[in-house]
C-alpha cells in the first residue's frame, strides 16, 4: 500500500529530534519526511504563513493531485495547557493536516482558506480507543505514550497514520472561531511572518488591507535598527522597485500577501528586522 509523503513543520528541530522524528513517520509511512524546521524568534507566525503556503501550493495545478499529509507541531507559547495544548486534524481538499490547536497558526486558515472546523481529539481517548480496536499497545504503552510530553513523537504520527488508514479515531468537532477569532485583515499589528533567504520580510497581510498600497503616498515602516519609522514606497512587483531602494510589493506568499524588500539588498538587515517584528499598525 503506496502512503501520502508526510511534510512536517516544528519547532524542535535540533539534530537528535530530527533524526527521532525522521526515524518514525518514515518507519510508520514508508518513506522519509520533509521536515522543516521552524527555529527563528516567532515559530507561531513563521508557520501560520508557511502552512498556508504549503496548502495553496496543492491547488493551480491543471490536474488531478495526490494526498499528503502536513503536521504542524507549534504549541503556543501561553502555560496555559498542563501537558500541552491538544492536537487536532482537518483535511483540506484530499490533504490532512493535524495541528497544534493554536490560534496563530489556524487563524489565516479560516480567513483565507475558509477554514470552519477541526476536530480535536484526547491523547488518552484516542489510544484507549485504538488499543481496543485496531492497534496492538499494552496498558503501559498507552499511560507511556499519554504521559510523555513528547507528544510530537509519540502521539501526532500514530495519529496520522490511524488517520490515514480510516480508523474511526475519537475527536470533538470545534468551530474554528471558538479557537481564535477569524482576524480583520484591515486592523492590528502587521507583522514579519518569515524572513526569506535574500532578506526580503514577508508580512502577515496582503498588500492590498495596507492603506496606501497602490498609491504614491507609500506606508510608514517601523525601523527598528533606527529607532524610527521610515516612508517606504509601495510597487506592484520587485521588478519594479528602484534597485538599491526598499520597497513594498505583491510577493510570493499567502494570498497576495506584502513582503517589504530591498531590491538587490537585504530588508531585514536594512532595517533591522526579524520574524514576529511589528512593522506597521493598521486602522482602516
Not at 33 to 61: F, K, N, Q, V
Not at 103 to 129: F, I, M, N, Q, S
Not at 160 to 173: C, F, S, Y
Request: net charge negative; glycine share 10%; hydrophobic share 40%.
Amino acid at each position: 500500500m503506496t502512503h501520502p509523503p508526510v511534510i512536517s513543520l516544528t519547532d524542535c528541530a535540533d539534530p537528535n529530534a530530527l533524526a527521532r522524528q525522521s526515524a518514525r513517520i518514515a518507519a510508520l509511512f514508508g518513506a522519509t519526511p520533509s521536515i522543516l524546521p521552524l527555529t527563528g524568534p516567532d515559530p507561531e507566525g513563521a508557520a501560520a504563513l508557511t502552512l498556508l503556503d504549503l496548502l495553496r501550493a496543492t491547488g493551480l495545478t491543471g490536474g488531478p493531485t495526490h494526498p499528503t499529509v502536513v503536521l504542524v507541531n507549534i504549541a503556543p507559547r501561553d502555560g496555559h495547557w498542563p501537558n500541552g495544548v491538544p492536537f487536532c486534524w482537518f483535511r483540506h481538499g484530499e490533504h490532512l493536516v493535524i495541528s497544534t490547536l493554536n490560534p496563530r497558526v489556524l487563524t489565516p486558515l479560516a480567513t483565507y482558506l475558509g477554514l470552519e472546523k477541526v476536530h480535536v481529539t484526547d491523547v488518552r481517548e484516542v489510544l484507549e480507543a485504538a488499543a481496543g480496536q485496531w492497534a496492538e499497545l499494552s496498558p503501559a504503552e498507552v499511560e507511556e505514550i499519554t504521559r510523555t510530553q513528547f507528544r510530537s513523537l509519540w502521539y501526532v504520527p500514530l495519529l496520522a497514520r490511524w488517520l490515514v488508514d480510516g480508523r474511526p479515531v475519537p475527536a470533538q468537532a470545534q468551530v474554528v472561531g471558538d479557537t481564535a477569532d477569524t482576524a480583520d485583515p484591515c486592523v492590528g499589528a502587521v507583522r514579519v511572518a518569515v524572513v526569506d533567504n535574500f532578506g526580503n520580510c514577508k508580512l502577515d497581510r496582503p498588500a492590498a488591507a495596507l492603506p496606501g498600497h497602490g498609491t504614491t503616498a507609500g506606508l510608514t515602516v517601523r525601523s527598528p535598527r533606527e529607532g524610527r519609522t521610515v516612508r517606504v514606497r509601495c510597487f506592484d512587483r520587485l521588478p519594479d522597485v528602484p534597485y538599491g531602494e526598499p520597497g513594498i510589493t505583491v510577493g510570493s506568499s499567502g494570498v497576495g500577501f506584502a513582503e517589504l524588500v530591498v531590491r538587490g539588498g537585504s530588508a531585514a538587515e536594512l532595517f533591522g528586522l526579524r520574524e514576529g517584528d511589528e512593522v506597521l499598525q493598521l486602522t482602516c
